[in-house]
């Protein structure tokens, strides 16, 4: 079975910190990696990668995928109270969605 | 821009009840659909996906079904509900055969 497995848990940091948060699987095949943001109530988008080793960055958030080593990191900046949430992994082919746990990131002030 | 619409946000439903969840997309058309739970500290678990009216694919055995009845409707139910059945309740929507999946704000399930 495919397996999508995101360290760590839990993270609590203060205000400014940054922070690299982990996804690595165990896939034969897939079109692309997705990460997602979930506060109270849906998931929200954040990154899709498809390539490896090309970095997809959205302001203090950034992101690249390693087929070779099968991972893909998160990295959060200047972390903000805002960034606390649930963030997401998700390996994506066809129609299939196959997600990891999560990470909980609590950004303390 | 496209939107989608999840009802209802909470549930309190007893066991052996029927279970009927809504989900509607706007602005788009012929999306793929999907439906996923949450079950509490875990990932998301796909449990049905729909790519047309009429055309529903299960991922796991369960005692939920799916269905769509129209082009943006997608409709989670259950005959006898158990208590198994408690969890988030997500329903996505993406363009045909591209990712990111898009989701709606879930509804959360208690069964008593």
């Known amino acids: 079975e495919d397996k999508v497995v995101q360290s760590p848990l839990s993270l609590v940091v203060h205000e400014g910190d940054t922070v690299t948060l982990n996804c690595s699987y165990e896939?034969?095949?897939?079109?692309?990696l997705l990460w997602y943001k979930q506060e109270k109530k849906a998931p929200t988008f954040l990154f899709m990668l498809?390539?490896?080793?090309i970095e997809k960055k959205s302001g203090r958030l950034s992101s690249i995928l390693d087929k070779k080593e099968l991972f893909s990191i998160l990295n959060i900046t200047a972390t903000q109270t805002g960034d606390s949430a649930v963030y997401l992994c998700a390996l994506y082919n066809n129609n299939d969605m196959r997600f990891g746990a999560g990470t909980r990131l609590t950004v303390k002030p | 821009s496209q939107t989608i619409h999840q009802w209802p946000a909470t549930l309190v439903q007893p066991v052996g009840s029927p279970l009927s969840l809504e989900c509607t997309v706007e602005?788009?058309?012929?999306?793929?659909l999907y439906w996923y739970r949450q079950a509490a500290g875990r990932g998301l678990q796909l449990l049905f996906y729909?790519?047309?009216?009429?055309?529903i694919s299960s991922e796991v055995p369960q005692n939920l079904s799916a269905s769509r009845p129209q082009d943006r409707q997608f409709i989670l139910s259950s005959k006898k509900l158990l208590l198994s059945d408690s969890g988030f309740y997500l329903c996505?929507?993406?363009?045909?055969?591209?990712?990111?999946?898009?989701f709606g704000d879930g509804t959360r399930l208690s069964i008593l």
């Open positions: 498809t390539s490896s080793g």
């Open positions: 729909s790519v047309g009216i009429g055309q």
């Open positions: 602005g788009t058309s012929n999306p793929n």
């Open positions: 896939v034969t095949n897939f079109r692309s």
């Open positions: 996505a929507w993406s363009q045909q055969g591209k990712g990111p999946q898009h």
